[in-house]
Protein backbone atom coordinates (compact mmCIF):
# COMPACT_ATOMS: atom_id res chain seq x y z
CA UNK A 1 0.00 0.00 0.00
CA UNK A 2 1.26 3.28 -0.88
CA UNK A 3 0.80 5.09 2.43
CA UNK A 4 2.83 2.18 4.08
CA UNK A 5 5.66 2.67 1.75
CA UNK A 6 6.00 6.43 2.22
CA UNK A 7 5.72 6.17 6.14
CA UNK A 8 8.79 3.36 5.66
CA UNK A 9 10.30 5.58 3.54
CA UNK A 10 10.35 8.33 6.11
CA UNK A 11 11.74 6.30 8.61
CA UNK A 12 14.40 5.29 6.66
CA UNK A 13 15.50 9.02 5.62
CA UNK A 14 14.72 10.66 8.98
CA UNK A 15 11.41 12.93 7.87
CA UNK A 16 9.51 13.48 10.34
CA UNK A 17 6.36 14.69 8.33
CA UNK A 18 5.66 14.73 4.68
CA UNK A 19 2.73 17.99 3.32
CA UNK A 20 0.74 16.77 0.21
CA UNK A 21 -1.05 19.39 -1.30
CA UNK A 22 -1.92 17.55 -5.01
CA UNK A 23 -4.61 16.58 -5.10
CA UNK A 24 -4.07 13.94 -7.50
CA UNK A 25 -1.43 12.31 -4.61
CA UNK A 26 -3.61 12.88 -1.94
CA UNK A 27 -5.85 10.80 -3.78
CA UNK A 28 -2.82 7.88 -4.14
CA UNK A 29 -2.11 7.68 -0.30
CA UNK A 30 -5.73 8.38 0.83
CA UNK A 31 -8.03 6.96 -1.72
CA UNK A 32 -10.04 10.35 -1.26
CA UNK A 33 -10.45 12.10 -4.52
CA UNK A 34 -11.46 15.87 -4.36
CA UNK A 35 -11.47 18.74 -6.49
CA UNK A 36 -10.75 21.76 -3.72
CA UNK A 37 -10.73 24.80 -6.28
CA UNK A 38 -9.23 27.57 -4.35
CA UNK A 39 -9.40 25.87 -0.94
CA UNK A 40 -6.87 24.06 1.31
CA UNK A 41 -6.74 20.30 0.82
CA UNK A 42 -3.86 18.37 1.89
CA UNK A 43 -2.40 14.35 3.62
CA UNK A 44 -0.05 14.97 6.06
CA UNK A 45 1.99 12.09 6.92
CA UNK A 46 3.80 11.26 10.31
CA UNK A 47 6.17 8.36 10.69
CA UNK A 48 5.28 7.66 14.38
CA UNK A 49 1.29 9.14 14.46
CA UNK A 50 -1.82 8.81 12.72
CA UNK A 51 -1.51 10.98 9.12
CA UNK A 52 -3.85 13.80 9.01
CA UNK A 53 -6.46 14.46 5.93
CA UNK A 54 -7.38 18.24 5.96
CA UNK A 55 -10.19 19.24 4.01
CA UNK A 56 -12.73 21.90 3.75
CA UNK A 57 -15.73 21.41 6.03
CA UNK A 58 -18.12 20.33 3.07
CA UNK A 59 -16.41 17.59 2.03
CA UNK A 60 -15.68 16.45 5.90
CA UNK A 61 -18.43 13.60 5.50
CA UNK A 62 -17.47 11.94 2.32
CA UNK A 63 -13.70 12.43 3.43
CA UNK A 64 -14.31 10.38 6.34
CA UNK A 65 -16.62 7.47 4.58
CA UNK A 66 -12.88 6.96 2.02
CA UNK A 67 -9.98 7.33 3.96
CA UNK A 68 -10.09 5.41 6.65
CA UNK A 69 -6.92 5.40 7.81
CA UNK A 70 -6.71 8.90 8.34
CA UNK A 71 -7.23 11.20 11.13
CA UNK A 72 -10.08 13.94 9.06
CA UNK A 73 -9.60 17.36 9.89
CA UNK A 74 -11.77 20.18 8.54
CA UNK A 75 -12.38 24.46 8.11
CA UNK A 76 -15.07 26.53 7.85
CA UNK A 77 -14.83 29.00 4.66
CA UNK A 78 -15.00 31.61 7.53
CA UNK A 79 -11.61 30.18 9.52
CA UNK A 80 -7.91 30.62 8.82
CA UNK A 81 -7.24 27.12 7.30
CA UNK A 82 -3.27 27.68 8.02
CA UNK A 83 -3.91 27.89 11.59
CA UNK A 84 -6.45 25.14 11.65
CA UNK A 85 -4.35 22.75 10.14
CA UNK A 86 -1.11 23.87 12.46
CA UNK A 87 -3.15 23.08 15.38
CA UNK A 88 -3.63 20.04 14.28
CA UNK A 89 -0.20 19.40 13.26
CA UNK A 90 1.58 20.49 16.64
CA UNK A 91 -1.14 18.35 18.87
CA UNK A 92 1.14 15.22 17.14
CA UNK A 93 3.61 13.50 19.07
CA UNK A 94 5.87 13.68 16.41
CA UNK A 95 8.70 15.95 15.98
CA UNK A 96 7.80 18.63 13.42
CA UNK A 97 11.88 20.22 12.40
CA UNK A 98 12.38 18.16 9.02
CA UNK A 99 9.59 18.31 6.47
CA UNK A 100 9.29 16.66 2.61
CA UNK A 101 7.06 18.70 0.29
CA UNK A 102 6.01 18.44 -3.13
CA UNK A 103 8.78 20.89 -4.89
CA UNK A 104 6.63 20.53 -7.99
CA UNK A 105 3.35 21.46 -6.52
CA UNK A 106 3.45 23.60 -3.73
CA UNK A 107 3.11 27.13 -4.22
CA UNK A 108 5.36 30.26 -2.99
CA UNK A 109 1.83 31.93 -1.10
CA UNK A 110 1.49 28.47 0.63
CA UNK A 111 5.44 27.96 1.25
CA UNK A 112 5.20 30.87 3.07
CA UNK A 113 1.93 30.32 5.17
CA UNK A 114 3.66 26.49 6.44
CA UNK A 115 7.17 28.92 7.43
CA UNK A 116 4.91 31.31 9.12
CA UNK A 117 3.26 28.84 11.29
CA UNK A 118 6.90 26.43 11.58
CA UNK A 119 9.52 28.84 11.66
CA UNK A 120 11.78 26.58 12.90
CA UNK A 121 11.16 23.74 10.39
CA UNK A 122 13.45 23.24 7.78
CA UNK A 123 11.16 21.74 4.41
CA UNK A 124 14.71 20.69 2.07
CA UNK A 125 13.25 17.12 1.24
CA UNK A 126 11.17 16.98 -1.87
CA UNK A 127 8.96 13.91 -2.01
CA UNK A 128 7.85 14.98 -5.46
CA UNK A 129 10.38 12.24 -7.59
CA UNK A 130 9.61 9.82 -5.04
CA UNK A 131 5.58 9.68 -5.61
CA UNK A 132 6.78 9.71 -9.42
CA UNK A 133 8.54 6.55 -9.27
CA UNK A 134 5.96 5.32 -6.77
CA UNK A 135 3.18 6.40 -9.39
CA UNK A 136 4.84 4.94 -12.21
CA UNK A 137 4.11 1.49 -12.47
CA UNK A 138 0.04 0.61 -12.33
CA UNK A 139 -0.92 -2.22 -10.00
CA UNK A 140 -3.82 -4.76 -11.37
CA UNK A 141 -6.71 -2.63 -10.21
CA UNK A 142 -5.64 0.76 -11.66
CA UNK A 143 -4.96 -0.86 -14.85
CA UNK A 144 -8.51 -2.14 -14.80
CA UNK A 145 -9.77 1.60 -14.38
CA UNK A 146 -7.36 2.33 -17.29
CA UNK A 147 -8.67 0.21 -19.57
CA UNK A 148 -12.93 0.68 -18.67
CA UNK A 149 -11.78 4.51 -19.34
CA UNK A 150 -10.09 3.36 -22.59
CA UNK A 151 -13.68 1.61 -23.30
CA UNK A 152 -15.21 4.89 -23.12
CA UNK A 153 -13.11 6.09 -24.99
CA UNK A 154 -13.65 4.57 -28.24
CA UNK A 155 -17.40 4.67 -27.73
CA UNK A 156 -16.62 8.38 -27.40
CA UNK A 157 -14.93 8.02 -31.21
CA UNK A 158 -18.23 6.10 -32.24
CA UNK A 159 -20.42 8.84 -31.16
CA UNK A 160 -18.11 11.46 -33.17
CA UNK A 161 -17.87 9.56 -36.08
CA UNK A 162 -22.09 9.18 -36.44
CA UNK A 163 -22.21 12.55 -35.46
CA UNK A 164 -20.26 13.78 -38.84
CA UNK A 165 -21.98 15.43 -41.59
CA UNK A 166 -21.64 17.87 -44.16
CA UNK A 167 -22.31 21.65 -42.45
CA UNK A 168 -22.09 20.57 -38.64
CA UNK A 169 -19.28 23.17 -36.99
CA UNK A 170 -16.59 21.39 -34.62
CA UNK A 171 -18.22 22.58 -31.38
CA UNK A 172 -21.31 20.66 -31.92
CA UNK A 173 -20.08 17.48 -32.54
CA UNK A 174 -17.97 18.13 -28.91
CA UNK A 175 -21.35 19.08 -27.73
CA UNK A 176 -22.94 15.81 -28.72
CA UNK A 177 -20.19 13.17 -27.73
CA UNK A 178 -20.01 14.57 -24.23
CA UNK A 179 -24.11 14.88 -24.07
CA UNK A 180 -23.96 11.29 -25.33
CA UNK A 181 -21.67 9.44 -22.88
CA UNK A 182 -22.97 11.35 -19.94
CA UNK A 183 -26.60 9.86 -20.85
CA UNK A 184 -24.61 7.01 -20.44
CA UNK A 185 -23.13 7.72 -17.41
CA UNK A 186 -19.35 8.79 -17.91
CA UNK A 187 -19.28 12.03 -15.61
CA UNK A 188 -16.21 13.14 -16.73
CA UNK A 189 -14.02 13.72 -19.88
CA UNK A 190 -10.08 13.58 -19.00
CA UNK A 191 -9.32 16.67 -20.81
CA UNK A 192 -10.92 19.14 -22.72
CA UNK A 193 -12.66 17.35 -25.76
CA UNK A 194 -10.97 18.39 -28.92
CA UNK A 195 -12.34 17.84 -33.03
CA UNK A 196 -10.53 20.04 -35.17
CA UNK A 197 -11.67 19.73 -39.30
CA UNK A 198 -9.21 20.02 -42.07
CA UNK A 199 -6.58 22.73 -42.11
CA UNK A 200 -7.60 23.57 -38.28
CA UNK A 201 -6.17 20.15 -37.26
CA UNK A 202 -2.65 21.74 -37.98
CA UNK A 203 -2.41 23.13 -34.91
CA UNK A 204 -1.56 19.74 -32.35
CA UNK A 205 -3.47 21.88 -29.20
CA UNK A 206 -6.03 23.60 -31.71
CA UNK A 207 -9.39 24.90 -30.02
CA UNK A 208 -12.92 23.87 -31.18
CA UNK A 209 -14.91 26.68 -32.69
CA UNK A 210 -17.63 27.39 -34.94
CA UNK A 211 -15.92 25.77 -38.06
CA UNK A 212 -18.23 23.81 -40.43
CA UNK A 213 -17.54 20.67 -41.93
CA UNK A 214 -16.73 19.81 -45.66
CA UNK A 215 -16.62 16.84 -47.68
CA UNK A 216 -13.26 15.03 -48.21
CA UNK A 217 -11.44 16.40 -44.99
CA UNK A 218 -9.65 14.93 -42.23
CA UNK A 219 -11.61 15.47 -39.06
CA UNK A 220 -9.18 14.66 -35.68
CA UNK A 221 -10.12 13.83 -32.18
CA UNK A 222 -8.79 14.09 -30.05
CA UNK A 223 -10.29 13.27 -26.04
CA UNK A 224 -10.63 10.69 -22.87
CA UNK A 225 -12.67 10.08 -19.99
CA UNK A 226 -11.93 9.54 -16.77
CA UNK A 227 -12.71 6.15 -14.50
CA UNK A 228 -12.71 5.74 -10.73
CA UNK A 229 -9.88 8.60 -10.78
CA UNK A 230 -8.01 7.17 -13.74
CA UNK A 231 -7.93 8.39 -17.19
CA UNK A 232 -7.85 8.05 -20.75
CA UNK A 233 -6.51 9.42 -24.22
CA UNK A 234 -6.73 8.78 -27.88
CA UNK A 235 -6.38 10.28 -31.00
CA UNK A 236 -8.00 9.34 -34.28
CA UNK A 237 -7.92 11.58 -37.85
CA UNK A 238 -10.77 10.29 -39.69
CA UNK A 239 -11.27 10.78 -43.20
CA UNK A 240 -14.59 12.44 -44.01
CA UNK A 241 -15.50 12.21 -47.76
CA UNK A 242 -15.51 9.43 -50.78
CA UNK A 243 -11.61 9.47 -51.39
CA UNK A 244 -8.83 10.78 -50.33
CA UNK A 245 -6.51 13.13 -52.41
CA UNK A 246 -2.72 11.16 -53.25
CA UNK A 247 -1.06 13.99 -50.62
CA UNK A 248 -3.86 13.52 -48.20
CA UNK A 249 -2.71 9.35 -48.20
CA UNK A 250 1.18 10.29 -48.20
CA UNK A 251 0.80 12.32 -44.75
CA UNK A 252 -1.65 9.58 -43.00
CA UNK A 253 0.13 6.40 -44.10
CA UNK A 254 3.17 8.12 -42.77
CA UNK A 255 1.92 8.84 -39.13
CA UNK A 256 0.06 5.17 -39.26
CA UNK A 257 3.43 3.80 -40.29
CA UNK A 258 5.33 5.55 -37.39
CA UNK A 259 2.14 4.86 -34.99
CA UNK A 260 2.28 1.72 -35.67
CA UNK A 261 6.32 0.79 -35.80
CA UNK A 262 6.36 2.34 -32.20
CA UNK A 263 3.64 0.09 -30.64
CA UNK A 264 5.41 -3.01 -32.14
CA UNK A 265 8.80 -1.66 -31.23
CA UNK A 266 7.95 -1.53 -27.23
CA UNK A 267 9.19 -4.19 -24.60
CA UNK A 268 10.74 -4.11 -21.67
CA UNK A 269 14.15 -2.61 -21.20
CA UNK A 270 13.74 -0.03 -24.58
CA UNK A 271 14.56 3.30 -23.75
CA UNK A 272 11.88 5.75 -23.39
CA UNK A 273 14.52 7.81 -26.42
CA UNK A 274 14.84 5.03 -28.29
CA UNK A 275 11.30 4.58 -29.02
CA UNK A 276 10.36 7.89 -29.95
CA UNK A 277 13.29 7.43 -32.95
CA UNK A 278 11.28 4.39 -33.83
CA UNK A 279 8.78 6.52 -35.05
CA UNK A 280 10.71 9.64 -35.93
CA UNK A 281 12.83 8.27 -38.10
CA UNK A 282 9.82 7.38 -40.24
CA UNK A 283 8.27 10.65 -40.73
CA UNK A 284 12.24 12.22 -40.60
CA UNK A 285 13.46 10.21 -43.54
CA UNK A 286 10.28 10.61 -45.29
CA UNK A 287 10.97 14.53 -45.26
CA UNK A 288 8.55 15.15 -42.75
CA UNK A 289 10.54 15.93 -39.35
CA UNK A 290 10.36 19.41 -38.53
CA UNK A 291 6.33 18.68 -38.87
CA UNK A 292 6.64 16.15 -35.77
CA UNK A 293 7.13 18.74 -33.23
CA UNK A 294 6.14 17.31 -30.05
CA UNK A 295 7.48 14.50 -27.90
CA UNK A 296 6.12 10.65 -29.22
CA UNK A 297 4.69 10.31 -25.97
CA UNK A 298 3.32 10.83 -22.41
CA UNK A 299 2.78 9.15 -18.96
CA UNK A 300 -0.33 8.29 -18.31
CA UNK A 301 -2.79 7.29 -14.58
CA UNK A 302 -4.94 10.26 -12.89
CA UNK A 303 -3.69 12.71 -14.91
CA UNK A 304 -3.37 12.43 -18.13
CA UNK A 305 -0.10 13.91 -18.68
CA UNK A 306 2.39 12.14 -16.39
CA UNK A 307 5.86 10.89 -15.61
CA UNK A 308 7.23 9.54 -18.25
CA UNK A 309 7.95 11.67 -21.16
CA UNK A 310 8.61 9.24 -24.23
CA UNK A 311 11.30 11.67 -25.72
CA UNK A 312 14.59 12.05 -27.38
CA UNK A 313 16.90 12.14 -25.21
CA UNK A 314 15.28 10.70 -22.32
CA UNK A 315 17.60 7.11 -21.46
CA UNK A 316 14.67 5.22 -18.75
CA UNK A 317 14.27 1.80 -19.27
CA UNK A 318 10.87 0.97 -20.09
CA UNK A 319 9.11 -1.69 -17.76
CA UNK A 320 6.43 -3.79 -17.27
CA UNK A 321 3.08 -1.58 -16.07
CA UNK A 322 4.32 1.66 -17.23
CA UNK A 323 1.58 3.57 -19.00
CA UNK A 324 1.99 5.94 -21.73
CA UNK A 325 0.94 7.10 -25.05
CA UNK A 326 2.56 6.97 -28.09
CA UNK A 327 1.33 9.94 -30.75
CA UNK A 328 2.95 10.66 -33.81
CA UNK A 329 1.51 13.51 -35.82
CA UNK A 330 2.60 15.62 -38.88
CA UNK A 331 0.78 19.12 -38.39
CA UNK A 332 1.69 21.44 -41.76
CA UNK A 333 0.09 24.76 -41.15
CA UNK A 334 -2.36 26.19 -43.67
CA UNK A 335 -2.53 22.73 -45.12
CA UNK A 336 -2.99 19.38 -42.88
CA UNK A 337 -2.99 17.86 -39.67
CA UNK A 338 -2.65 14.11 -38.70
CA UNK A 339 -2.14 12.44 -35.50
CA UNK A 340 -2.82 8.82 -34.28
CA UNK A 341 -2.45 8.12 -30.86
CA UNK A 342 -3.11 5.11 -28.13
CA UNK A 343 -2.13 4.68 -24.72
CA UNK A 344 -1.49 1.78 -23.27
CA UNK A 345 1.12 -0.94 -20.59
CA UNK A 346 4.07 -2.40 -21.05
CA UNK A 347 3.65 -6.52 -21.11
CA UNK A 348 6.03 -8.95 -20.36
CA UNK A 349 6.73 -9.17 -24.16
CA UNK A 350 5.22 -5.99 -25.29
CA UNK A 351 2.61 -3.10 -25.22
CA UNK A 352 -1.57 -3.41 -24.41
CA UNK A 353 -3.66 -0.49 -25.46
CA UNK A 354 -6.35 0.91 -23.59
CA UNK A 355 -7.79 1.56 -27.51
CA UNK A 356 -8.88 -0.34 -29.96
CA UNK A 357 -10.65 2.07 -32.36
CA UNK A 358 -9.53 1.26 -35.73
CA UNK A 359 -6.50 3.07 -37.33
CA UNK A 360 -6.97 2.87 -41.02
CA UNK A 361 -7.37 5.80 -43.18
CA UNK A 362 -11.48 4.54 -43.70
CA UNK A 363 -11.96 3.65 -40.31
CA UNK A 364 -14.56 6.27 -40.54
CA UNK A 365 -16.71 4.00 -42.56
CA UNK A 366 -16.26 1.41 -40.44
CA UNK A 367 -17.66 2.76 -37.37
CA UNK A 368 -20.81 4.17 -39.52
CA UNK A 369 -21.76 0.96 -40.35
Same mark, same amino acid.
Given at each position: ?????I???????????I? +????KNV???? !??? &???H??I?A??L????K????VP???????R????E?E?V?Y????? *?W?V?A??I??R?S *????? !??E?D??T???M????? #?F???T?G?N? &????Q??RL???EQ?L??????GY?ADE? /?K?????LR? @????????? %?I??? /?K?RGVA??S?TTM???G?N???P #??? *? @??T????N?????D +?G??H?GY? &???TRTF??G??? &?A???K?YD +?V?AAHDE???A???????G %?????A?T?I??A???R??N???GH??G? @??H??P !?I??G???? /?T???CFS????????G??G??V????????? @?F?SF?????D?G??L? /??D
Open positions: MPLNSINLMKNQDVDIF +LNDPFYVS !SYR &SDPERLAVFKDAPLLFALEENDAKTAEFVSMDTQD *PTLTSQAH *PLSDW !SIKFLVEREALRK #HPTAFHI &SATLEMIKNEAFMKEAWA /LIGAKTE @GITELEVVA %EEYQ /LREMFVLFEAAS #HGV *P @GDKLKKQFVLF +LTMEA &SDVFFEEP &SHQKI +LLAMAVHPGIKA %ELDAVRITEGYGYFHRLGLQ @GVEF !SMENEMA /LEGMIEPGIYIEDIVREDCGFVTAD @GETHTPTIAYK /LI
